[in-house]
């Protein structure tokens, strides 16, 4: 286990509460009525998958960083 500062745990915390955020967002627009009143039809599918691919996007920077911190 590589030591952190605590100012790339608090980063890492908050990067890894923000893919939750959007993964749990992408849910709700694919898989739920939440919002269907303002978000309907294909808007809720562009959103949904807008969602999906930022928390793979995120995903995979939290994850590169961790190897690189760890190489080095």
């Known amino acids: 286990m590589i030591k952190k500062s605590p100012t790339e ?3 890492l915390v908050f990067s890894g509460m ?11 627009f ?3 009525d939440l ?3 303002k978000a309907f039809g294909s808007k809720r599918i562009v959103l949904g998958v ?3 691919a930022y928390a793979i996007y995120r995903s995979y920077r939290m ?5 690189q911190k ?3």
């Open 9 to 11: 745990m608090i980063n």
């Open 18 to 28: 923000m893919v939750l955020l959007t993964f749990t967002g992408a849910i709700v």
């Open 30 to 32: 694919f898989f739920t």
């Open 35 to 37: 919002l269907s009143d």
């Open 50 to 52: 807008v969602f999906l």
């Open 63 to 67: 994850y590169s960083a961790y190897k």
């Open 70 to 72: 760890e190489q080095s």
